[in-house]
């Protein structure tokens, strides 16, 4: 059974983890851009490159506070695999990538507007469409495939850092209530 042994607080721990963990997930998404970037052709725009960079950033930092929150939800290690690899999976799957959001029946429709991939990935499609077009296709055209007319990539971001809050915000709510009792004197 966990101990704590009172070296520091709940609030301490979250906040040096984040201190931490958030500038390697940024390296992380520095790699993965640069790698990525000449590899599907995107257009040499730094603006268009820097969107891109911190969307992706954005994107592994919400899915590590995700994966945190269930460590600490889901007793067992093993289970807590299970559990987040299943809920992940359902999510990457209704994010409007495999099945577009016209094609999701409309009982599991509401999946589609909580699944993190679905705000990680409008927005990079928007900006890496934003100032080219591919195979004779106009953006708009592939856009319109996707049914993101008219959608911003700021709100995607937004709801993004809006939920790395709100999973950041439970872990730290779930270690205070889970381990407060179990401290030694």
């Not at 958030?22 to 040499?44: E, Q, Y």
């Not at 009982?107 to 705000?119: D, E, R």
């Not at 927005?123 to 495939?145: A, R």
């Amino acid at each position: 059974m966990y101990q704590c042994r009172g070296a520091y607080r709940a609030i301490s721990y979250v906040i040096a983890g984040t201190l931490v963990i958030f500038p390697f997930m940024f390296v992380l998404a520095l790699l993965f851009t640069c790698i990525s970037w000449f590899l599907v052709n995107l257009p040499a725009d730094a603006s268009v490159y820097l969107f891109d960079l911190f969307a992706t950033w954005v994107m592994i930092c919400n899915a590590f506070c995700f994966a945190q929150f269930i460590s600490v939800v889901v007793p067992d290690p093993m289970a807590g695999q299970v559990a987040g690899s299943g809920i992940l999976s359902v999510m990457f799957l209704t994010s409007g990538f495999f099945i577009t959001k016209n094609n999701i029946p409309k009982w599991w429709l509401w999946l589609y507007y909580i699944s993190i991939f679905h705000y990680g990935f409008n927005p990079l499609l928007i900006n890496g469409l934003s100032k080219t077009s591919y195979d004779g296709m106009d953006s708009q055209d592939i856009l319109e495939q996707y049914d993101m007319n008219g959608e911003s990539k700021w709100f995607g971001v937004g709801i993004l850092l809006c939920m790395m809050c709100f999973f950041r915000w439970r872990f730290y709510e779930t270690l205070v209530n889970n381990f407060s009792g179990q401290r030694t004197q």
